[in-house]
């Protein structure tokens, strides 16, 4: 291994190459934290932040719900593909992905082959309480936030056990979420 690499053991027990030359991607349900805790992490690791939310609605000029609303969720994780394939083509960086994109079978195989994919998970009562907060979320519109999470985690959760990590956030600040990924890194 080259000085920029050094490997870490994965929740699975395989061992993954930690490449300073490849994207670290946070996945995980909606409100677990992904941008703000990308943004911190990137800033600890020097390098770029990128939200693919924000990347989605700045190439379509539209936000998601109005993306979802207008072509429905098909169109947007079709979308959502394209653009995290450019973000990974670009220089390293840390990317925050929205709930469903490493649910898409090959946008997942793609984070899987280009980069060091990260599941943020936590408990449902923290998922509810962060959703609450705002109402951007079209899988929320209109449902009951707690019905809708616990429905998504039954599918998503162990799609989102493919990870080559898993650290689980609480609600202590995102700082300390920062800390444990930091230390699994080094590892």
Not at 11 to 31: D, F, Y
Not at 32 to 41: A, D, E, F, M, T
Not at 157 to 186: F, G
Request: aromatic fraction near 4%; glycine fraction near 6%; hydrophobic fraction near 40%.
């Amino acid at each position: 291994m080259s000085s920029k690499q050094k490997a870490i053991m994965s929740a699975n027990n395989t061992i993954i190459p930690v490449n300073r030359n490849r994207s670290i991607i946070l996945v995980g349900m909606m409100g677990v934290g992904k941008s703000s805790i990308g943004r911190r992490l990137a800033d600890r690791l020097h390098l770029p932040f990128a939200d693919a939310d924000d990347e989605i609605e700045t190439a379509a000029d539209m936000k998601i719900s109005e993306i979802f609303e207008k072509f429905g969720e098909d169109y947007f994780r079709d979308g959502e593909r394209r653009v995290i394939a450019r973000l990974l083509e670009d220089e390293p960086k840390v990317i925050a992905t929205g709930g469903g994109a490493f649910i898409n079978e090959e946008t997942r195989a793609l984070i899987k082959q280009k980069a060091l994919s990260i599941w943020l998970d936590a408990d449902i009562d923290i998922l509810v309480q962060r959703v609450s907060r705002r109402s951007h979320r079209p899988l929320l519109q209109g449902k009951d936030p707690r019905k809708v999470l616990i429905e998504l985690g039954a599918v998503r959760n162990p799609i989102y056990a493919q990870a080559d990590l898993h650290i689980r956030s609480d609600s202590s600040p995102h700082a300390r979420t920062v800390e444990l990924i930091m230390k699994a890194l080094t590892k």
